[in-house]
């Protein structure tokens, strides 16, 4: 674990003190290390599967891809299985697959993608008509559609755009009775200028499922009845937190682009960017000039040993998911049922469980109920535990319970007690007791300082 983590992920993951302690150490997270780690949803380890393909492609395919000669056709080898596997991974075709340094630039390069697209269609139109008949679609700035939950790599980019005036943009509620965007509400939002709708897959916080498939179904309809003057709707989701944790198929969703972020599914800290018919079916607009990789879309010479680590651990998606999906939820149900055992109804607030909601099968978020049980300094008093809050590290004021939360419907004062436990593939029962007594001591702390200090 390094001590910048919260720097690199837009997770806050919060240690103890003897962990802080041991900055810089590297410390595989499972179960037979001192610390237990369950933030998961925030970044995984890399499989050792993953490390060894790694490593043999540094060892192997050294060489540039573009070049003819044996090292670079190795690494050209190399790349095109990766877009292959990770094809099968989301139930795509391979020339659909460009990869990215992570999950945040695949999401700017959609947003960008779309106002461009915008503004082209606009251009077009004032050619073909002279703009005077179309009326405001000419004068119009590209309108983005997204919800109140999203991810920050998402959130935050949308806002510069709309800070530049180059886009307007709905930020919709998600209910607070399911967790859920509401279908009807997207399309109630809807103009004659909107080109791009953007909801993630599954929220990195509460864990619950979006209906990203029937919305894509209700905007395709919407598309096939605007003509020819109103720009296509585009549609994306966010799929780093589903992608490892459930089946994905892009078909069966219907989107236009989907964001593939690596090390949320064991793989390392690179991403992709499922676009359907890059270029053709939808648009790509590159963000960065120079070479010709990959067909001019993303530039700059491939990172042959990340892209290959990324192919070997969509396969292991392909081949065992089914394995991983049942036990992270084996081992989240048995952590949720020990939880309550452990501190009763009235003491307990599970902030991810939503009426008639489906959610990822490895994500807990709960509260410990108590007027001085806020989740970070409870995660302080941990001796062993390590887990997240759940609050963005680029926010201003980390004291502030998740936004993602309050926007759920969850109250203030249950919000900032909120504790994310996110188990992964090698978390066991053993792990669950081991953390349980871990927040239970944690809490007896906090409470017998409490009662001393009012004394």
Not at 153 to 174: H, I, M, R, W
Not at 305 to 314: E, N
């Amino acid at each position: 674990m390094q001590s910048n983590a919260c720097i690199m992920t837009t997770d806050v993951p919060l240690f103890s003190q003897d962990c802080q302690k041991m900055a810089g150490m590297q410390k595989v997270p499972n179960s037979s290390s001192e610390y237990i780690y369950m933030d998961y949803n925030a970044t995984t380890p890399m499989e050792s599967e993953v490390i060894q393909t790694v490593t043999e492609a540094m060892h192997e395919a050294w060489g540039n891809p573009s070049s003819s000669y044996a090292p670079g056709r190795k690494a050209k080898e190399w790349i095109d299985w990766s877009r292959e596997t990770i094809a099968q991974m989301v139930g795509g075709r391979p020339q659909d697959i460009i990869f990215t340094s992570g999950g945040t630039e695949a999401n700017n390069l959609v947003f960008h993608t779309a106002v461009k697209y915008f503004l082209d269609h606009q251009h077009q139109l004032v050619q073909n008509g002279g703009g005077m008949e179309l009326g405001e679609i000419t004068q119009s700035l590209p309108h983005i559609i997204t919800s109140n939950v999203e991810h920050d790599s998402v959130q935050l980019v949308v806002e510069n755009l709309v800070k530049e005036g180059k886009a307007k943009a709905t930020f919709l509620p998600v209910s607070k009775e399911t967790g859920c965007i509401q279908v009807d509400d997207v399309i109630a939002a809807i103009g004659p200028s909107t080109c791009l709708i953007s909801i993630m897959l599954a929220n990195n916080e509460t864990g619950v499922l979006m209906p990203v498939a029937e919305l894509c179904q209700r905007v395709k309809i919407v598309n096939h009845q605007r003509g020819k003057v109103a720009p296509k709707i585009l549609l994306h989701t966010d799929a780093a937190q589903a992608l490892g944790k459930l089946p994905v198929d892009v078909q069966d969703l219907g989107v236009d682009y989907l964001t593939i972020v690596g090390h949320k599914f064991y793989g390392p800290r690179i991403g992709a960017l499922y676009v359907l018919g890059p270029g053709t079916s939808s648009p790509v607009n590159a963000m960065f000039f120079g070479g010709g990789q990959e067909r001019k879309f993303r530039p700059g010479t491939e990172n042959t040993p990340m892209i290959a680590g990324l192919g070997k651990a969509a396969e292991l998606v392909v081949k065992k998911l089914e394995v991983y999906a049942s036990h992270m939820k084996e081992i989240r149900d048995y952590l949720e049922a020990n939880l309550m055992a452990a501190f009763g109804k009235e003491k307990l607030h599970f902030n991810s469980h939503f009426q008639e909601s489906d959610r990822l099968p490895n994500t807990c978020n709960v509260s410990i109920l108590g007027p001085n049980l806020q989740g970070r300094k409870v995660l302080q008093h941990c001796q062993r535990l390590l887990a997240s809050v759940g609050a963005a590290c680029h926010s201003e004021n980390v004291s502030r319970p998740s936004h993602i939360l309050l926007n759920s419907g969850i109250p203030y004062d249950v919000a900032e007690n909120a504790i994310r436990l996110s188990v992964g593939r090698a978390t066991s029962k053993a792990d669950v007791d081991t953390i349980i007594e871990d927040l239970q001591q944690a809490v007896k702390e906090i409470e017998l300082c409490a009662t001393q200090t009012r004394q």
